[in-house]
């Protein structure tokens, strides 16, 4: 089955911008979702569609699309943005598959 | 809003039958795609499988010979069964609901919101 590959950990000082990236052959067809959590919790749609926020989520989450890769970019990183990211998208035989996940640490 | 809450038996025995059920409050059931989906224990997140509202079904063909999924819209309720579970079935189980949006006849993009708090099933003897 087709994966969606993220890097297993990213570190950002605070108030820097960060990119974490996921690849995969669907993104060439289908757009990812992003979502964050954080230990202990569900996780948190922060980004969908070409560059969809949901009520709530901040306008430092913006997210892109290149060839077979998503991007999720903090522009101005925060303490409370520190959590695993996982990025989503359709799959050709499990329908819909998650990224590897990426560990996001504010320092 | 739209929440979502599971519930069922946190543990469950090898070889027997995994049953949940998800609770929609705050909406309808009706017109949406929702899904199951599970995380072991410091490991990413898995797609278990959908249904709609009218009961159609897709499920992640990794597990499909094992999972049955239901809908009861009198209850707004949606129900999880997955047969002969193993150690390797203990995880946190999310319901979650989604939303595709086609932009042409071959792309789209989809999401999972809400989600429910998760429940954590241990499989053990």
């Known amino acids: 089955s087709s994966e969606l590959t993220q890097d297993p950990a990213v570190s950002v000082a605070l108030g820097q911008t960060v990119r974490i990236t996921c690849q995969g052959d669907?993104?060439?067809?289908?757009?990812a979702s992003w979502y964050q959590q954080k230990p202990g919790q569900a996780p948190v749609l922060v980004i969908y569609g070409e560059n969809y926020r949901p009520s709530g989520i901040p306008d430092r989450f913006s997210g892109s699309r290149s060839g077979n890769t998503a991007s999720l970019t903090i522009t101005g990183a925060q303490a409370e943005d520190e959590a695993d990211y996982y990025c989503?998208?359709?799959?050709?035989?499990?329908?819909?598959?998650f990224g590897t996940g990426t560990k996001v640490t504010v320092l | 809003q739209v929440q979502l809450q599971e519930s069922g038996p946190g543990l469950v025995k090898p070889s027997e039958t995994l049953s949940l059920t998800c609770t929609v409050s705050g909406g309808s059931i009706s017109s949406y795609y929702w899904s199951w989906i599970r995380q072991p224990a410091g490991k990413g997140l898995e797609w278990i499988g959908r249904?709609?509202?009218?009961?159609?079904?897709n499920y992640n063909p990794s597990l499909k010979s094992r999972v049955t999924m239901s809908v009861d819209t009198s209850k707004n309720q949606f129900s999880l069964k997955l047969r002969s579970v193993t150690a390797a079935d203990t995880a946190v189980y999310y319901c979650a609901r989604e939303t595709y949006i086609a932009v042409d006849f071959n792309t789209g993009y989809n999401w999972f919101d809400p989600w429910g708090q998760g429940t954590l099933v241990t499989v053990s003897s």
């Open positions: 669907s993104l060439r067809s289908y757009y």
């Open positions: 249904i709609y509202s009218s009961g159609s079904t």
């Open positions: 989503n998208s359709r799959d050709s035989s499990a329908l819909y598959v």
